[in-house]
């Protein structure tokens, strides 16, 4: 498994889910992940996903502008760090953000978010 095709699938797939379904973001965390948003820590999937589905827009659309990945570890964890732009409905300016994913593979050969550190950039 290649991790550059796996970073860049599972960006892909991550940001696909939350412009279009963001309520199936759920299935990529578990009990155990960690989500710090803007400062705010909060675990558990069932947490993240309340989180993340009660933010106040409903829709919205990520512009990538880089990935970067590393090995994590034992056990062929790996972080995926990236930076980008996200424009709300209805703002003319999109705003910046980074984000800081630790992916852990599952037994079924998948990976699953341990733990997801998300920042607006301001400057």
């Known amino acids: 498994m290649d991790p550059n095709q796996v970073a860049k699938a599972f960006v892909d797939h991550y940001y696909s889910l939350f412009d279009t379904n963001r ?3 759920a299935g990529l965390y578990q009990d155990g992940s960690m989500l710090t948003f803007e400062g705010e820590k909060i675990q558990g999937a069932a947490s993240i996903s309340a989180k993340l589905n009660g933010l106040p827009f409903q829709q919205c659309q990520h512009q990538i502008s ?5 090995p994590s570890g034992a056990g062929s964890g790996m972080l995926v760090f990236v930076s980008g732009s996200l424009k709300l409905q209805g703002e003319d300016h999109p705003l910046k953000f980074s984000q800081l994913f630790h992916l852990i593979p599952t037994p079924q050969g998948s990976f699953y978010v341990f733990n997801d550190i998300f920042r607006l950039n301001y400057g």
């Open 66 to 70: 880089t990935v970067d990945f590393q």
């Open 23 to 25: 309520p199936a973001l």
